[in-house]
């Protein structure tokens, strides 16, 4: 079975770039291949992945209720058309979950997708998954559990609050059968002192900080993937340093 690493926090804190960067980290470090799985409805991972996305799980859950399964079993059209939602790319693949489900009851469609995307799943040395704010809806990609969770956070009190949260919450939902971790991102000069000593009263280990990175920003701006920043980047450096430490070894081998 694939490991699986969810990433999870707030919006705008930094997951997606996490994600990007852990997908980068697991091909380089040998350890594929990988699937990416976007998570979140408006996706993006793609962009910080330098990947075009032609069609998303999400379309293809609309297709499948409105019954256009062109004379296919429903099997094997959910199977060609989780195939044809898989973006292919060096090292890894990529599949996005798209928009969420309209009204009106999607229960055999989703449990067709799950199906499929579990089996699909079992390609794969790692699943890196990007979720939007919570993980409420990782249970409608795999029923696989969550290895690692690593709940990113920008370095405020608030936003680590409700990372705590997000942590506690895979915990209670039974998702979360290893560690979790809390990353804190776009952290300007020194860590606070404080902020260390907050996320060790919430209840999370904090397993690094990822600078506030100017080259990183400007990347984005132009629109080119932030996966693909030098090595020497200090980002890309402090992100694979936290990823050495939260990986276990028994994984790597
Ligand atoms: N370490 C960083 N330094 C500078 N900018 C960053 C850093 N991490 C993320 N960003 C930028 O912040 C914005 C939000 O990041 P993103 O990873 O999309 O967050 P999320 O997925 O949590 O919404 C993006 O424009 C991204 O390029
Ligand atoms: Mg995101």
């Not at 470090?29 to 996706?43: F, I, W």
């Not at 249970?139 to 705590?164: E, G, N, W």
């Not at 280990?205 to 932030?226: M, N, S, V």
Request: with cysteine; aromatic share 4%.
């Amino acid at each position: 079975m694939a490991y699986t690493i969810a990433v999870a926090g707030k919006g705008g804190v930094g997951k997606t770039t996490v994600s990007g960067l852990l997908v980068r980290y697991l091909v380089e470090q040998g350890l594929k291949p990988v699937l990416a799985v976007d998570a979140d409805s408006n996706s993006n991972l793609n962009e910080v992945l330098g990947l075009e996305l032609n069609m998303t799980l999400g379309d293809a859950r609309e297709d499948m209720k409105k019954g256009q399964s062109h004379g296919m079993t429903k099997n094997l059209f959910i199977e060609m058309r989780v195939n044809q939602c898989l973006e292919e790319a060096e090292g890894f693949d990529l599949i996005a979950m798209g928009r969420p489900e309209g009204a009106g009851c999607y229960c055999a469609a989703n449990h067709l997708l799950t199906a499929s995307m579990d089996q699909l799943a079992g390609n794969y040395r790692f699943l890196v998954v990007d979720n939007e704010a919570g993980m409420e809806h990782i249970s409608r990609v795999t029923t696989q559990r969550v290895d690692l969770l690593l709940v990113v956070s920008d370095p405020s009190r608030r936003s680590m609050t409700a990372a705590a949260r997000v942590a506690e919450l895979a915990k209670e939902m039974g998702i979360l059968a290893g560690d979790a971790f809390l990353i804190l991102s776009m952290v300007r000069g020194e860590l606070a002192p404080e902020l260390s000593a907050s996320a060790a009263e919430m209840g999370v280990e904090l397993a690094g900080f990822i600078p506030d990175d100017e080259a990183l920003a400007q990347a984005d701006l132009q629109g080119r993937p932030t996966s693909k920043l030098p090595a020497d980047n200090p980002a890309v450096k402090a992100a694979f340093a936290i990823f050495d430490k939260v990986i276990p070894a028994a994984w790597r081998q």
